[in-house]
């Protein structure tokens, strides 16, 4: 099936290439208050085709045939207004309830990694990971839902000048300790503890030089370094997962690629950047200086690779993460799902990577790297959303705040339901509050935390919209009907029916749309408005007190329809739609 936009975009395409013998040409699809779907394209065109717009318009109008799908008309300065008809909104309605895929496409399947979520070995997860994790997730699921590979990746921070000072403080407090079990319970609490023994010059920095050399016994795979490591690693995974399972995003530990695993390739990329020419030694440092990026003096900036005491940094794992990714993993497209203020050095990155051929494939084809820039949390004062004390504020904590909150709503107003039940209707609405706050702004945007207004079951919230489909669940098990087995004609009677009907047809558009433009947001928003306009439709027309069987039939097709849209479009973004609220 499809929507309207999309039979209207495809046929003026077709119309303007027959009317004017131009391919290509955008139809430039908009709103219309005064019909379904309004096409523009006459107004860019006219200059071009030598007519006024409404000759233009008319002429395009005279080669195109939409009398299958309703009626079309010149109007105003050379607009196409198209009204489609009941009919032809029925039949797709069929076709959607027919589909398991609710109309979202299956698209030429391509190869996409995606580096998202990220945390530190060692260091408990903060607000900061809470919009690469589930932006990256929703984008995950969302391009597997259109037939793409997914390869995730969490770029886990697994390696380095930290695990020297962090390996001493174990071996010092012993593996069997309390401190030690602060590993899997507190990990901050682990690596204050270290880092205060670092920073300590008491000793006169003999802790520290230890630590220092525990890097280098490390990094030359001393075997007692490496198991403890590896402990380390395990550890910090545990907890990883249990955040994880609390935000219910599908990360595993298949899909752990820190920079332990580039380690070994580092060397390779800086030979090879020397080999190319690429790599120049400056001030000591091997630097790779990437065309058109300069500094406020106008100098150009350095991309370092190996720093002057002949260690590697960031820049580094990225260059041998970017060339494994597209040489081993024929990657189609690359998304990074990073914060905002690292685009200067992902655009070196990619730029470095380009100059080195790297993005092109063995096949021949090219990877498209991709950042998908994640603005920050912020808190009522508009500042980077911190604890009272000004300590980044530990996810776990906030995630267990929304549960708590929407748990004190659910235990006032259901009274009626087991202890467990309401327990899990807490999980699930604190969780997807906080989440789809999140996802429902622009991924590069910043946004101020609100619990109250996240929570609220009014409003564009994930509450609303989580109410919205137990709202439906509970019709049919007042009906007694399973919403599964609704499949009836759909008859368009009252303008409310049409208009969801014909929300619920843009569905796998705005999915494709989501996909294409790394956008979870406008998901979001789209479920937002069906979800609107499923409340319209129920309040003008009566469903299980329709007037006839026919009616009611119709209205609960549409119904059932709507309930599926509004769960899959919510598991697209990780958000649970609990059977009852």
């Not at 597997?144 to 770029?155: C, D, K």
Request: charged share 25%; aromatic share 6%.
């Amino acid at each position: 099936m499809l929507d309207a936009a999309s039979v209207l975009g495809d046929r003026v395409s077709a119309a303007i290439e027959a009317a004017f013998g131009l391919t290509d040409v955008d139809p430039v699809l908009r709103p219309s208050q005064f019909a379904d779907t309004q096409a523009n394209a006459a107004l860019a065109l006219a200059k071009k085709v030598g007519r006024n717009p409404r000759e233009t318009a008319a002429a395009i109008l005279a080669e195109l045939d939409l009398s299958d799908v309703g009626t079309v008309e010149v109007s105003g300065p050379g607009f196409l207004n198209v009204t489609v008809s009941e009919d032809w909104i029925a039949r797709q309605i069929a076709a959607l309830v027919a589909d398991p895929r609710l109309g979202v496409p299956v698209q030429p399947a391509r190869v996409i990694p995606i580096d998202y979520s990220a945390p530190n070995v060692a260091k408990e997860m903060h607000v900061g990971h809470l919009r690469t994790t589930i932006v990256g997730d929703a984008l995950a699921r969302t391009l597997e839902a259109l037939g793409h590979r997914v390869i995730r990746q969490n770029h886990i921070g697994d390696w380095g000048t930290p695990f020297g000072m962090l390996i001493e403080h174990y071996l010092e407090v012993g593996g069997e300790s309390v401190e030690a079990d602060l590993l899997r319970t507190d990990p901050n609490a682990f690596y204050q503890a270290a880092r205060a023994k670092f920073d300590d010059d008491s000793d006169g920095g003999a802790w520290a030089t230890r630590a220092r050399e525990r890097v280098v016994l490390l990094q030359a795979k001393d075997p007692q370094s490496i198991e403890i490591w590896r402990g380390m690693i395990g550890h910090s995974t545990e907890y990883f997962h249990a955040i994880y399972d609390a935000l219910a995003v599908t990360l595993t530990d298949d899909d752990l690629a820190g920079e332990s695993f580039y380690d070994p390739m580092l060397q390779d990329v800086c030979d090879e950047l020397e080999r190319l020419g690429l790599a120049v030694e400056s001030d000591g440092a091997l630097c790779v200086f990437p065309e058109g990026f300069t500094g406020r003096d106008e100098k150009p900036l350095p991309l370092i690779i190996r720093k002057s005491d002949g260690g590697f940094g960031y820049a580094t794992t990225d260059l041998a993460a970017i060339r494994y990714r597209a040489q081993q993993l024929h990657a189609d497209q690359i998304l990074y799902v990073v914060g905002a203020s690292q685009a200067l050095h992902f655009r070196m990155v990619f730029a470095a990577a380009e100059k080195a051929g790297w993005l092109t494939r063995p096949d021949g084809e090219r990877t498209v790297p991709v950042h998908v820039q994640i603005g920050s949390v912020l808190g009522e004062d508009g500042k980077i959303l911190r604890t009272r004390s000004g300590a980044p504020l530990r996810l776990a904590a906030l995630l267990q705040e929304g549960v708590d909150r929407a748990s004190a709503v659910v235990e006032e107003s259901r009274e009626d339901l087991t202890p467990a039940e309401r327990a899990d209707i807490a999980r699930q609405v604190g969780v997807g509050a906080v989440k789809y706050a999140d996802l429902s702004v622009a991924h590069d945007t910043d946004y101020i935390f609100d619990f109250d207004r996240m929570l609220a079951l009014t409003g564009n919230t994930g509450p609303y919209l989580q109410y919205a489909a137990a709202r439906i669940r509970s019709i049919f098990r007042k009906a007694e009907l399973d919403p599964a087995t609704q499949s009836a004609p759909v008859v368009l009677g009252e303008p409310t029916e049409r208009a969801l009907a014909l929300a619920l047809l843009g569905y796998g558009a705005v999915v494709a749309d989501v996909g294409d433009q790394q956008a979870p947001h406008r998901l979001a928003g789209y479920l937002f408005e069906l979800a609107q306009a499923f409340t319209s439709f129920y309040d003008a027309c009566p469903v299980l007190t329709a007037d006839d069987e026919a009616t009611r039939s119709s209205r609960l097709t549409l119904t059932a329809a709507t309930l599926r849209v509004l769960v899959h479009g919510l598991d697209l973004l990780g958000i649970a739609s609990p059977e009852r609220m």
